[in-house]
């Protein structure tokens, strides 16, 4: 069975860092781009980043550029997100999904809850 695991989530203070791991069970991610989606309760899930089979492509929405980077290891079959100077409103359940660049996944995981607050 296909698998998305993700973690690395947590409660820190604006402006600090988080890494974000997704570990994928059951198939391959080198037969897929991946992306990370995030959800806050109470409105629709909400792309943030995605990343190419190769790695050589990655793209992010427009709040978090320059302080998001998307990372694979194929071999390793994770997909990592580096988040930088987080604000308060980067708070939210944090997926990892499997699909084409920009999409909301086909397959996502259960989550990982980031929250940033002073």
């Known amino acids: 069975e296909a698998q998305l695991e993700e973690s690395g989530g947590g409660l820190v203070r604006p402006g600090e860092s988080l890494n974000l791991s997704c570990i994928a069970s059951?198939?391959?991610?080198?037969?897929?781009?991946m992306n990370w989606v995030r959800q806050v309760p109470g409105k629709e899930l909400e792309w943030v980043s995605g990343i190419s089979i190769g790695g050589l492509q990655t793209s992010y929405r427009d709040s978090v550029k320059g302080r998001f980077t998307i990372s694979r290891d194929n071999t390793k079959n994770t997909v990592w997100l580096q988040m930088n100077n987080l604000k308060t409103e980067d708070t939210a359940m944090y997926y990892c999904a499997k699909g084409f660049i920009g999409s909301l996944g086909s397959l996502r995981g259960q989550g990982t809850q980031v929250t940033v607050s002073s």
């Open positions: 059951g198939f391959s991610i080198s037969e897929s781009s």
